[in-house]
């Protein structure tokens, strides 16, 4: 049976998209990894977000209801900062997973986080370091991505989100788009969660 590896984002502008489409591709390279992108509902008014310029979102990718993350075998979550914190819409659908806590069907599943800040200083290791608090409530495995990435966590050449938290972009004034640095990092990400999932599958 396939190991199944969920992507579970939200992405105002697009940026936290392009991200978890090439963590994707990495999970799915794993052999025996079905791996399978997810939005979470936004609750933001259309009239409010076209005010906001933000482009429609992606019909191709279905929302996911909180009961199903259960089916997953290993989570990615994605996220947009809001103040070095994740972004309401993502914290408005981890607060609806109380019934999952209560019967504790998240406990042991390894977890992911990957991000998009404005600035180089807005948020890149404070909004996955609070976002651990969320996976540690529900006894998920916090699966950071160390220095596993090599050569390219220690790139000074250019500017490049990410850390040894989880891949990352900085979206600037939003015409900044994920850097092909940044796009490997995500799909190392994939990649290497999707590993550790099928190899715990393995022991289970």
Do not use: N
Request: glycine fraction near 14%.
């Amino acid at each position: 049976m396939a190991t199944k590896v969920y992507i579970v984002y939200y992405s105002m502008y697009g940026h936290v998209k392009k991200l978890a489409e090439e963590i994707k591709k990495g999970a799915a390279s794993v052999e025996g990894v079905e791996a399978k992108l997810w939005q979470v509902p936004e609750t933001l008014h259309e009239e409010v977000l076209g005010k906001m310029g933000a482009p429609s979102k992606s019909s191709d990718v279905p929302i996911i209801q909180p009961s199903e993350l259960a089916e997953a075998d290993g989570l990615i979550f994605g996220f947009p900062t809001r103040f070095g914190m994740m972004a309401a819409q993502f914290k408005a659908f981890l607060d609806a997973t109380g019934g999952l806590w209560r019967a504790q069907q998240l406990a042991g599943k390894p977890a992911g986080i990957f991000y998009s800040t404005g600035s180089q200083g807005g948020g890149q290791e404070t909004t996955p370091l609070t976002a651990i608090t969320q996976l540690v409530h529900h006894g998920m495995i916090f699966v950071p991505i160390g220095y596993t990435f090599g050569a390219g966590m220690f790139e000074m050449d250019e500017v490049k989100g990410g850390t040894p938290y989880g891949a990352g972009t900085y979206a600037g004034d939003g015409s900044r788009q994920p850097s092909e640095l940044e796009l490997a990092q995500a799909f190392h990400q994939g990649k290497y969660i999707a590993s550790i999932a099928k190899k715990l599958k393995g022991c289970a």
